[in-house]
């Protein structure tokens, strides 16, 4: 499919072109003007003097040529004409399939990202009155369908409840194909009772623009190339904050959800994704 989509994308460059010189007036006028320099380039003679009869010589010498090529000429003017006259077909055939080859690669890389398991894992200590967490940011393996630890995180807190704010991304049914419904969620942020969300601290880490619970190593990747995984994925984070991003690829709704734990020492509090954007506290 790549193969013909880039045929279609290299024919549609080349129909607008031809399309430009059959069908506008200023085609036509730079024709006109080439046609002119060819005839006059007709008449110029050797010592760079245009005369009449260097000019019907070579033009008589011309035309013969052209005659001898007419069959080819002519049928070759009828295969430009049909690509020029066809230019809004060829497009609208480019963009369709370039349209269903993107929602099967987001559909794949929704599938690799789909993960029931161990997403956050938080470790408490306490120093000086204060709560130092330890995280640990999981992503999985499709192939194997195992949790993999992908990154550590260091935090001080001084409130003992904290809010672990876990974001969600809705993708609409008709944007996926085989109308299968995927949610896939990840650490956002974290904050405590006497913060706005939004002032929280950043769970958003990753490298690349790829979030630490979506980049999945590329041996375990299924039915899809690293480079479109990683196209795809960086897509759908730069589609978190821009809503232009999230309508082009269909996420339907962006939303929080946030789990309250109070804070104990030397405990264990571990987040898991139920598969379908749900994420559950591991008793």
């Not at 080819?72 to 077909?89: R, V, Y």
């Not at 409840?161 to 956002?188: K, L, Q, T, W």
């Not at 339907?252 to 954007?277: C, P």
Request: hydrophobic letters at 45%; charged letters at 15%.
């Amino acid at each position: 499919m790549t193969e013909i989509a880039s045929l279609l994308q290299i024919l549609h460059f080349v129909a607008r072109i031809l399309s430009f010189f059959f069908f506008s007036v200023w085609g036509w006028l730079i024709l006109s003007i080439l046609l002119v320099l060819f005839l006059v380039k007709q008449g110029i003679a050797g010592d760079g003097q245009w005369r009449w009869h260097v000019f019907l010589l070579n033009l008589s010498e011309t035309l013969t040529k052209l005659l001898l090529w007419f069959p080819q000429i002519i049928l070759s003017i009828t295969l430009l004409f049909g690509i020029a006259l066809f230019e809004k077909d060829i497009q609208t055939l480019y963009e369709n399939l370039k349209i269903a080859r993107e929602t099967q690669t987001l559909t794949q890389a929704l599938k690799n990202l789909s993960f029931e398991g161990k997403i956050l894992e938080i470790s408490v200590h306490t120093t000086n009155s204060a709560f130092l967490l330890s995280m640990k940011f999981f992503t999985h393996s499709p192939w194997d369908n195992k949790p993999i630890l992908k990154t550590n995180q260091n935090l001080i807190v001084n409130a003992r409840r904290v809010y672990i704010d876990f974001g969600v991304c809705n993708f609409s049914y008709s944007r996926i194909a085989e109308g299968s419904a995927y949610n896939i969620a990840f650490p956002y942020r974290i904050y405590t009772a006497t913060q706005a969300p939004q002032n929280g601290f950043s769970l958003f880490t990753g490298e690349k623009g790829i979030l630490s619970v979506f980049d999945i190593p590329e041996d375990d990747l299924v039915g899809i190339s690293p480079h479109e995984f990683h196209t795809t994925v960086s897509q759908i984070v730069a589609a978190i904050t821009n809503t232009t991003v999230a309508k082009r690829l269909g996420i339907r709704t962006f939303y929080g959800e946030a789990i309250a734990i109070d804070l104990k020492e030397s405990t264990t509090y571990t987040f898991v994704t139920t598969g379908n954007g749900g994420v559950l506290l591991k008793p």
